[in-house]
């Protein structure tokens, strides 16, 4: 099975910039869809954004115009190039992979088999004021 690994977290001031990387290692599936997610402790973990094997990128609202998707087709590498960083962007980011069966608000839509889904182990982003 496939397995995550984020790299690019870090401490950063407000207006700064991070780039997140994942790394698939192993099977990646044929058709997928794959996304940056967040989760700030005793919150709800949120989705920032997605990207799927076509190319085709959605984003959650709170981070259209400064976040920015992008996948290596060659090894499917992708990355989260975060600009013009807030302190509410704060928190553990994780990123995901599954079969793909749609994006919206940033998310990758979940199928019928959820232990299709691979998450990595996450990466701290803190944007300090």
């Known amino acids: 099975q496939v397995q995550l690994e984020e790299t690019g977290g870090g401490s950063v001031q407000a207006g700064g910039s991070l780039r997140l990387s994942c790394t698939p290692v192993?099977?990646?599936?044929?058709?997928?869809?794959m996304g940056w997610f967040r989760q700030v402790k005793g919150k709800e973990r949120e989705g920032v954004a997605a990207?799927?094997?076509?190319?085709?990128?959605d984003y959650a609202d709170s981070v259209k115009g400064r976040f920015t998707i992008s996948k290596d087709n060659g090894r499917t590498i992708m990355y989260l190039q975060m600009n013009n960083l807030k302190p509410e962007d704060t928190a553990m980011y994780y990123c995901?992979?599954?079969?793909?069966?749609?994006?919206?608000?940033?998310?990758?839509?979940?199928?019928?088999?959820?232990?299709?889904?691979?998450w990595g182990q996450g990466t701290l982003v803190n944007v300090s004021s």
């Open positions: 995901s992979t599954t079969p793909w069966h749609g994006m919206r608000g940033g998310s990758c839509r979940s199928g019928p088999d959820r232990s299709l889904e691979v």
């Open positions: 192993g099977y990646t599936y044929k058709t997928y869809c």
């Open positions: 990207i799927d094997s076509d190319g085709s990128t």
